[in-house]
């Protein structure tokens, strides 16, 4: 079933996102932005657990998260151990989460609006996957380019 594909994308790059998080020499670089960099690696990471933390634990999960993206952009010098484990947390929502979603649901349209059209929760679970590797792209170049 694609939630076990999925799930396995998922650890993966959250895995990967944790490494990179890690690999900051200077922790106050995670927040840095310069030039054309408009987005800090703090805040794509913050606003990546609030997009699956919305998406999969407060829709699927019930788990009551109250998703505030302005602040996923504005929040700055969160500790990094704090972001480790957030991420950690998502992680596990989603372990918890994921296997519980039927094929019928997957079939359904997702149940919340997104974007201005419909689509059937097994693509915007791909969607979400795909998002999550951009903004993980994102965070690798900003640590090679601005952690200096």
């Known amino acids: 079933m694609i939630t076990e594909d999925v799930l396995k994308l998922f650890t993966r790059d959250l895995n990967r996102l944790k490494t990179e998080i890690s690999q900051y020499q200077d922790e106050a670089n995670l927040w840095k932005v310069e ?4 987005n800090s690696a703090g805040n794509l990471c913050l606003h990546l657990i609030g997009n699956l933390q919305t998406y999969f634990g407060s829709v699927y999960g019930n788990t009551g998260y109250v998703r505030d993206r302005e602040k996923e952009f504005s929040e700055k ?10 991420i950690a947390e998502t992680e596990a929502m989603l372990k918890r989460v994921l296997p519980t979603i039927s094929q019928e649901q997957l079939e359904e349209d997702y149940p ?13 679970f791909i969607h979400l996957a795909v998002h999550l590797g951009y903004h993980l792209g994102q965070i690798n170049y900003h640590r090679r380019l601005l952690d200096k």
Do not use: K
């Not at 010098?77 to 957030?86: D, K, S, T, Y």
């Open 35 to 38: 030039g054309a960099v408009s």
């Open 77 to 86: 010098a969160v500790p990094r151990e704090q972001l480790l484990f957030m």
């Open 112 to 124: 919340m609006p997104v974007f201005d059209h419909s689509m059937r929760s097994g693509y915007y």
